[in-house]
């Protein structure tokens, strides 16, 4: 299995701060995800990237950014967080393939002030 | 686009009764399905997938789902509901953007309550 590190548990950040959530996967999986998970709206995805430098737009992507500058590291970043981020993130690598097992950080729960 | 629609965000059955949780998709291509479920204060497991090999998919603890070309729809079931079964339940789809790179779309959930 891959094991998925996400850097923060538990962030308070006040509105306006810069945010800066880490993910590293310790194989070498091309597919990285970000996802919110939020009571009532299950997991929206934020961005996504296939490779280095690579990266694609999800279905929420307003308001974030991501850096992946190595294969195993994607990070997301919040240029200016509002109090509407609050949330868990989750980084998500998916194993080989286009069906291949989702794995899962342990999430990231931001509280922006 | 892809996307993923949970019936019910809250279902609650009987200890030994059948358990039901709708998944409806829509995806321009064949996709891949899948059920994750979440216990509480936990991380996301793997139930089971649908990768085109089997209609009928067996997966952990019981579960199953079947996938549904012509309703496009993926239902989870469980013959005899266990109280260890209250969760919530998660279907996704991975299927490709309008760039032609695979994403993973999850659905809202499903609450199952277990009533004994």
């Known amino acids: 299995d891959v094991k998925v590190t996400q850097s923060s548990r538990y962030l308070v950040k006040r509105t306006g701060e810069k945010v800066f959530l880490e993910c590293v996967q310790d194989?070498?999986?091309?597919?990285m995800f970000w996802y919110r998970q939020d009571p009532g709206l299950g997991l929206r995805l934020i961005y996504f990237?296939?490779?280095?430098?690579?990266?694609e737009k999800g279905d929420i992507p307003e308001g974030y950014s991501v850096s992946r500058e190595k294969k195993e590291r994607f990070s997301l970043i919040l240029e200016s967080a509002s109090t509407n981020q609050t949330s868990m993130y989750l980084c998500?690598?998916?194993?080989?393939?286009?069906?291949?097992?989702?794995?899962f950080g342990e999430g990231s729960r931001l509280t922006v002030l | 686009a892809q996307s993923v629609t949970q019936l019910g965000s809250h279902v609650s059955v009987s200890e030994g009764a059948l358990v039901l949780l709708r998944c409806n998709y829509s995806?321009?291509?064949?996709?891949?399905l899948f059920w994750y479920v979440q216990y509480p204060n936990q991380g996301l497991q793997l139930l089971l997938k649908?990768?085109?090999?089997?209609?009928l998919v067996k997966g952990i603890n019981g579960f199953e789902a079947e996938f549904k070309k012509s309703e496009t729809s993926f239902h989870l079931t469980k013959p005899s509901a266990h109280m260890s079964d209250a969760a919530e339940y998660f279907c996704?789809?991975?299927?490709?953007?309008?760039?032609?790179?695979?994403?993973?779309?999850f659905g809202t959930g499903t609450k199952l309550q277990v009533i004994p």
């Open positions: 995806s321009s291509v064949p996709p891949y």
């Open positions: 990237s296939y490779d280095v430098k690579m990266k």
């Open positions: 996704a789809v991975s299927g490709s953007n309008s760039g032609g790179y695979q994403k993973v779309t």
């Open positions: 649908y990768t085109s090999a089997a209609t």
């Open positions: 998500v690598v998916r194993g080989g393939g286009y069906t291949g097992e989702l794995f």
């Open positions: 194989m070498d999986h091309e597919n």
